[in-house]
């Protein structure tokens, strides 16, 4: 089938007001002077937004209509989703993801679709550097590291949200996506080894809130969960080092009693040992809820996102 546009490029939107505009007006600078007039189009997915982006991205419509489709959702479904129904709404022979914060700069975008010409089917824009403030980069640094080891040791060692698949690869993540995706962990199970372009992160000009961090945590363990059953392993692996520690530290007991008549003394180590025990049983349900819930969401069939409108 014939896609009417080369290159389509999907931003979620959610409280983006001083930030979208600029954003969409370098795009398509860049993007026509690179000689791609007339190839690309811009889906802006407004994930319900509370301040007044909705009507900006009207605005840049009436502008340009030929270059800006939008999709307006019921309420905030998070950013993968609204990603989600982007690509689900793509008639482009590859798509390109990006955020909406002028954290991933335009810049590289012609580069991306030159690898794309050349025969990369997945091109990622690899994070060289990022400005997210000292504390909040150690954090995101271990937590990819911990994703990099339990689920896949392709992803780059920043991770990455920005970047560019080809037709048959959008198709595939339409297909597979659950309630819980981890974008990254299941465009890389495609098996496409992705090209790499470099690029330095900007710091977001957009005040984070409790709840942006709250689902940065939730989409790391959607990572963790969703696409690894380390942590299963690895309760186990606890489950049966303390069995052997019990069995050893009982026989000592036993000798003790044996040889002096009496048990060992030490309510400190009966303290430590019931605490910790109660701890990694506490831990392993936990971690059994985790993947549980996942299941239970599955089953329930929800729907992801909700479209309330779209504008071509």
Known sequence: MNKKYQISIVIPVYNNRSTIEILCTEIVRILNK???????????????????????????????????????????????????????????????SMSADLQDTPEIIPKMINAWLNGSKFVIA?????????????????AWYLIRTFVSKDIPKNGFDYFLIDQKINDYYIKNSDNHTFIQGLLLSYGEKPFLIDYDRKKSEKIKSETSRIRRLKYFMDGLFGYSFLPLRLLTLVGAVVFVITVFYSLYVLIMYFKNGSVVTGWASLIISISFLN??????LGILGEYLSRLITEVRNKPKYIIKEIIN
């Open 34 to 96: 690179n000689n791609f007039n007339n190839k690309f189009n811009i889906i802006l997915v407004n994930d319900g937004s509370t301040d007044d982006s909705w009507d900006i991205i009207k605005r840049l419509h009436l502008q340009n209509p030929e270059i800006f489709t939008l999709i307006n959702l019921t309420k905030n479904f998070g950013q993968i989703p609204a990603l989600l129904s982007g690509l689900s709404h793509c008639d482009s022979q590859c798509t390109i």
């Open 279 to 284: 701890g990694s049983i506490l831990m392993g």
């Open 126 to 142: 690899n994070r060289k550097s990022r400005d997210d403030g000292f504390v909040y980069n150690i954090i995101s640094n271990l």
